[in-house]
């Protein structure tokens, strides 16, 4: 029943009948860019997309410069396989809703994007020889291939970029530069286009999307690239793309005199309040319980928003332990639907399952299951069947995460716990209460101050009221009240 009732609070938010008449700077023509400049009122390119990604210690380089860190480090995939695996369910302490890590990659992908470099590099990561999933003949020949992302040279030195503004400004939903989001609108009474059955639009082969096939015609188009990585977060961009079109016709009745563009900006500017208003008074609380963000108390321009490093690359990948192998489809009251629920595995870059059910039976469904616990644990949906089967395309996102961390030169965790103010730590069972886990993290690593910051962020204890380490909360509000 809390579930049902909070589920139903977020959709009153959503759905909220806001005085859509108000707010005439926006028919003035006093609108965000889509890439994010000008927002800040110091500095044109201050979280607008393109920048490089902030970095809160010096980058930590095998040779000084770019190099990912391999030597004396344990390999990422043993990492994986000795903290991460999964045998079983892990439900969250307290009751939390799938609903929780769904908002965290929608909004995610409001902030921070950085993809693969032009040209491509590649970095591979050797599979330990007899890996049950990928290696069951024993060849110990066996490779699992990072892209690395795309970087400018600041210094001398490898800085990756972030292609995206940073600010929630549901550039998701509209676009990350003029060009898409002119592409997304239907130039017809401020809506943005749709497909039959009220769905996002498909792409016309113009448009490049994350994936294997970026041009794909099966695919749909929303404001960022990678809508269709799952089923969960399509519903998500169509539930937003409807709820503009809603707002559109309501602005438009209020507002007869208004053009196309006086329209679409006014609903854009709701949404995006939405985004904003969702993720600090629902989202925050119900990651960091008493410790998030206090009321607002006015407007700091000294601070520089552009997403760090750290953030982006470990702090806000603690989702990843929050999902299910399972992706419920239910009914409005919670039951079943004939078609039954799919496997996570089986929801990767399938835009077409969408139309068996509609949205609804995934939002749902989301809304009916306890998310996991956030720990140093994750499903074999994730760790083993990641985008495929293995060798069939399958990856492991928990060795890709550490790989990730290294490839852009992140601290180590008690180093990063030290610039954010936190004690360091001395022994491994100062990290966790978990005897079995600190046990794990000392075989593996050997020394404390070298564990990757991902794994030592997921493997402390939580807050107390709250759902994450003091690592990952300290990180999140610093991030966030940034913004």
Not at 64 to 84: A, C, H, L, Q
Not at 116 to 142: H, L, N, R, V
Not at 181 to 210: C, H, I
Not at 230 to 244: M, N, P, S
């Amino acid at each position: 029943m809390i579930r049902k009732i909070a589920f139903l609070a977020l959709l009153g938010l959503l759905f909220c009948s806001c005085d859509s008449s108000r707010g005439s700077r926006a028919a003035a023509g006093e609108v965000r860019s889509f890439d994010g400049s000008s927002n800040s009122l110091v500095s044109v390119d201050m979280g607008k997309a393109g920048v490089e990604l902030l970095r809160f210690m010096d980058a930590r380089y095998e040779d000084g410069v770019g190099e990912p860190m391999v030597k004396d480090m344990p390999n990422p995939r043993t990492i994986s396989n000795k903290i991460f695996a999964q045998s079983r369910s892990i439900p969250n302490k307290q009751g939390l809703t799938s609903i929780v890590w769904q908002w965290g990659q929608f909004i995610d992908h409001d902030m921070d994007l950085s993809p693969e470099s032009d040209p491509t590099e590649f970095f591979s990561i050797t599979i330990p020889a007899g890996d049950k999933w990928f290696d069951p003949q024993g060849t110990g020949k066996q490779q699992m291939s990072i892209h690395r992302s795309i970087y400018s040279t600041t210094g001398g030195v490898r800085q990756q970029m972030n292609m995206i503004s940073a600010w929630i400004d549901a550039s998701n939903v509209y676009g990350f530069n003029q060009a898409r989001a002119d592409w997304l609108r239907s130039k017809s009474s401020g809506k943005l286009k749709v497909s039959e059955g009220n769905m996002l639009p498909f792409n016309d082969g113009t448009q490049v999307n994350a994936g294997r096939d970026p041009f794909s015609k099966q695919a749909f188009v929303a404001g960022d690239v990678r809508a269709n990585e799952q089923l969960g977060l399509i519903a998500f961009h169509t539930l937003f793309v409807r709820e503009h079109n809603r707002l559109a016709i309501e602005i438009a009745k209020k507002n007869p005199e208004f053009t196309d563009e006086q329209v679409y900006q006014r609903a854009r500017k709701f949404v995006g309040a939405y985004l904003q208003s969702i993720t600090f008074n629902e989202f925050l609380p119900a990651l960091l319980g008493p410790h998030a963000p206090r009321a607002y108390s006015g407007y700091n321009n000294t601070i520089d928003p552009s997403i760090m490093n750290e953030f982006s690359t470990a702090i806000f990948r603690l989702g990843h332990s929050m999902v299910a192998t399972d992706m419920l489809r239910r009914d409005e009251l919670g039951n079943p639907i004939p078609q039954g629920d799919l496997k996570l595995r089986d929801a990767f870059f399938r835009p077409d399952k969408i139309f068996e059910t509609g949205i609804d039976p995934f939002i749902a469904g989301l809304a009916h299951q306890t998310m996991e616990e956030v720990d140093a644990k994750i499903v074999d949906d994730l760790r083993n069947m990641l985008f495929g089967p293995p060798g069939a395309g399958g990856l492991d996102l928990a060795t890709l995460n550490i790989m990730r961390g290294r490839e852009h030169g992140l601290p180590d965790y008690n180093s990063l716990r030290a610039v954010f103010g936190l004690e360091t730590l001395n022994s491994f069972d100062e990290i966790t209460s978990n005897s079995e886990l600190a046990k794990s993290l000392e075989e593996t690593y050997g020394d404390i101050n070298n564990i990757d910051a991902w794994v030592g962020a997921l493997s402390e204890d939580h807050i107390e009221g709250g759902n994450v380490g003091q690592l990952v909360a300290v990180g999140i509000l610093k991030q966030l009240t940034s913004l």
